[in-house]
């Protein structure tokens, strides 16, 4: 009990030190005092209902799932049609009700097209991702199943909530909460951030990119009427072109998706000043989009982002080594957006803000000074109740719950959580529970000395027992913690956190620092009696 090592008592301090100082800057915040700018500042995030800011609900166009599984399948089709030997000749494509159907120029082929779409059909590992059926002896109808409809909206939306997440970190603000609401909508909530507009118009923006090649066979009169050819389609030019007003007339199939971006960067033209954006594929993209460019020399192709082209620039040469370059009406602040929204890659469905709201700052403050209230109470009668209950090993459990406060602050500001108002709730739960340690260790020292133990002995074994409990109330309370952290979002992870730090931190306080102070008073003094 009284051999305590020297590296023990220093590696506790330091323990407690480092983390004291790392809840500085945090503290400091809220008063007049600067904490210097050259050193490190780790501090802790105030969520929405605290900090104030935005909050935007988002529901996705699921719509466009199962159009763009039918495009997918569509062109998966022609091209494992072409690459049967011999080749399959097929026509009268059609995707219309929510199904592929196709005729197939030697109805002998229907079972050599089977055997080529068996593989295909299947790209989600569902055993009935797509059903095949054959009507009139020649037209092969290829239909979605719901089961597969459903896994691919799904999985949109988990990339969707990506790219909202990755998006929202490149405008640099911090500790934004990202969540899923339901299977089509996305809540986003942005703590300090009081105009959404810049926001909303990034999360509006799908980014969908898309190099097709102009069908020049086109009636510039049919176009002008919405009326494309066979096999194409028609997009408008953005706003700000050139062109504006007009419409465009492109081949439907065999373009590039910018999927297979790996960087974007906004620009300026050096001959023109004129914000662009550069643009640069990965191995796989960059072949594609040389064999484009290569094949197609001469000829016109659009670059089409979000169904609109913006701009149509003929091939000249080749375009080897997988970079390009975007121009349009762009602005700096335009351009630097996209260069974002591409970076962060297309989301694949549109994004619509269904709801907006923005919370001022003085409920949160608000909030702030009824919690820190509720603290200051509820810590000071703690620290009565035990100094008068228990002596000087009460005023050893006060000094062990400031540290456990410090520590706490200390160690989120360190791991950058973020603070909610049910995390403060968390604070002051964990400032009654802090000293749950310390009354079962002091109260079984009570026990053993009425036993007729030794002071030493007493103390000694108080520890040693009230310590099996105290280890198993927090395991239980730890389980707890992190269900709600796992299974929790928002303000509930906010209370898991503060939760379980509490837990490491309590335990941490009172039963180890306290054991120390304890014993280093033991050595000093060799009391005869304890007043306890």
């Given at each position: 009990?009284?051999?305590?090592?020297?590296?023990?008592?220093?590696?506790?301090?330091?323990?407690?030190?480092?983390?004291?100082?790392?809840?500085?800057?945090?503290?400091?915040?809220?008063?007049?005092?600067?904490?210097?700018?050259?050193?490190?500042?780790?501090?802790?995030?105030?969520?929405?209902?605290?900090?104030?800011?935005?909050?935007?609900?988002?529901?996705?166009?699921?719509?466009?799932?199962?159009?763009?599984?039918?495009?997918?399948?569509?062109?998966?089709?022609?091209?494992?049609?072409?690459?049967?030997?011999?080749?399959?000749?097929?026509?009268?494509?059609?995707?219309?009700?929510?199904?592929?159907?196709?005729?197939?120029?030697?109805?002998?082929?229907?079972?050599?097209?089977?055997?080529?779409?068996?593989?295909?059909?299947?790209?989600?590992?569902?055993?009935?991702?797509?059903?095949?059926?054959?009507?009139?002896?020649?037209?092969?109808?290829?239909?979605p199943s719901q089961a597969a409809l459903e896994v691919a909206v799904k999985?949109?939306?988990?990339?969707?909530?990506?790219?909202?997440?990755?998006?929202?970190?490149?405008?640099?603000t911090r500790e934004p909460t990202i969540l899923r609401q339901g299977d089509?909508?996305?809540?986003?909530?942005?703590?300090?951030?009081?105009?959404?507009?810049?926001?909303?118009?990034?999360?509006?923006?799908?980014?969908?990119?898309?190099?097709?090649?102009?069908?020049?066979?086109?009636?510039?009169?049919?176009?002008?009427?919405?009326?494309?050819?066979?096999?194409?389609?028609?997009?408008?030019?953005?706003?700000?072109?050139?062109?504006?007003?007009?419409?465009?007339?492109?081949?439907?199939?065999?373009?590039?998706?910018?999927?297979?971006?790996?960087?974007?960067?906004?620009?300026?033209?050096?001959?023109?000043?004129?914000?662009?954006?550069?643009?640069?594929?990965?191995?796989?993209?960059?072949?594609?989009?040389?064999?484009?460019?290569?094949?197609?020399?001469?000829?016109?192709?659009?670059?089409?982002?979000?169904?609109?082209?913006?701009?149509?620039?003929?091939?000249?040469?080749?375009?080897?080594?997988?970079?390009?370059?975007?121009?349009?009406?762009?602005?700096?602040?335009?351009?630097?957006?996209?260069?974002?929204?591409?970076?962060?890659?297309?989301?694949?469905?549109?994004?619509?803000?269904?709801?907006?709201?923005?919370?001022?700052?003085?409920?949160?403050?608000?909030?702030?000074?009824?919690?820190?209230?509720?603290?200051?109470?509820?810590?000071?009668?703690?620290?009565?109740?035990?100094?008068?209950?228990?002596?000087?090993?009460?005023?050893?459990?006060?000094?062990?719950?400031?540290?456990?406060?410090?520590?706490?602050?200390?160690?989120?500001?360190?791991?950058?959580?973020?603070?909610?108002?049910?995390?403060?709730?968390?604070?002051?739960?964990?400032?009654?529970?802090?000293?749950?340690?310390?009354?079962?260790?002091?109260?079984?020292?009570?026990?053993?000395?009425?036993?007729?133990?030794?002071?030493?002995?007493?103390?000694?074994?108080?520890?040693?027992?009230?310590?099996?409990?105290?280890?198993?109330?927090?395991?239980?309370?730890?389980?707890?913690?992190?269900?709600?952290?796992?299974?929790?979002?928002?303000?509930?992870?906010?209370?898991?956190?503060?939760?379980?730090?509490?837990?490491?931190?309590?335990?941490?306080?009172?039963?180890?620092?306290?054991?120390?102070?304890?014993?280093?008073?033991?050595?000093?003094?060799?009391?005869?009696?304890?007043?306890?």
């Amino acid at each position: 009990m009284l051999d305590y090592p020297t590296w023990k008592k220093a590696f506790y301090w330091a323990l407690c030190a480092i983390f004291m100082l790392a809840a500085l800057p945090s503290l400091l915040s809220f008063t007049s005092i600067r904490w210097p700018a050259a050193l490190p500042s780790p501090t802790i995030n105030l969520g929405l209902d605290l900090a104030g800011g935005s909050h935007l609900l988002l529901e996705a166009d699921t719509a466009q799932v199962a159009q763009q599984r039918l495009e997918t399948m569509e062109e998966s089709v022609r091209t494992a049609m072409r690459g049967a030997e011999p080749r399959i000749q097929i026509g009268d494509v059609s995707t219309r009700g929510g199904r592929l159907s196709f005729m197939l120029g030697n109805p002998g082929d229907i079972d050599r097209a089977r055997e080529v779409l068996m593989p295909i059909m299947n790209g989600s590992g569902l055993s009935q991702d797509w059903t095949l059926s054959v009507v009139d002896g020649s037209r092969i109808v290829l239909t979605p199943s719901q089961a597969a409809l459903e896994v691919a909206v799904k999985d949109a939306m988990d990339v969707a909530v990506e790219v909202v997440r990755k998006r929202i970190d490149e405008l640099g603000t911090r500790e934004p909460t990202i969540l899923r609401q339901g299977d089509t909508r996305i809540v986003v909530q942005v703590p300090g951030l009081s105009d959404p507009s810049a926001l909303k118009e990034l999360l509006g923006q799908t980014a969908k990119l898309e190099f097709k090649l102009v069908d020049e066979g086109a009636l510039p009169s049919d176009v002008a009427q919405g009326i494309a050819p066979p096999g194409s389609q028609i997009f408008p030019f953005a706003e700000g072109s050139p062109q504006q007003g007009t419409s465009l007339a492109v081949k439907r199939l065999g373009g590039i998706r910018g999927d297979n971006l790996v960087g974007a960067n906004a620009s300026v033209d050096p001959q023109t000043n004129e914000p662009l954006v550069n643009i640069q594929f990965d191995s796989t993209g960059g072949k594609r989009f040389a064999d484009l460019t290569t094949k197609n020399v001469n000829k016109p192709f659009a670059i089409i982002l979000d169904n609109e082209v913006i701009s149509a620039p003929n091939i000249n040469e080749p375009i080897l080594g997988g970079a390009a370059r975007i121009s349009g009406s762009f602005t700096p602040e335009s351009a630097n957006n996209l260069a974002i929204a591409l970076r962060s890659g297309a989301l694949p469905v549109d994004l619509t803000v269904i709801e907006q709201r923005t919370v001022g700052p003085d409920l949160g403050a608000d909030s702030i000074r009824k919690g820190m209230i509720a603290m200051a109470i509820g810590s000071l009668l703690v620290i009565v109740l035990m100094i008068s209950t228990y002596g000087r090993f009460g005023i050893y459990s006060t000094f062990a719950l400031v540290l456990n406060v410090l520590m706490i602050l200390g160690i989120m500001a360190i791991l950058n959580t973020t603070l909610t108002l049910p995390g403060i709730a968390g604070f002051v739960l964990t400032i009654g529970a802090a000293v749950d340690a310390n009354v079962l260790i002091n109260e079984r020292i009570r026990e053993e000395r009425k036993r007729g133990r030794r002071v030493v002995t007493a103390i000694e074994t108080g520890y040693k027992e009230a310590s099996r409990a105290i280890y198993d109330a927090n395991v239980t309370n730890l389980i707890a913690g992190a269900l709600l952290f796992i299974f929790g979002s928002g303000p509930v992870r906010g209370f898991a956190v503060v939760l379980v730090i509490g837990l490491f931190t309590s335990v941490f306080t009172a039963v180890s620092m306290t054991r120390m102070w304890v014993a280093s008073w033991l050595r000093k003094a060799r009391p005869a009696d304890l007043n306890i």
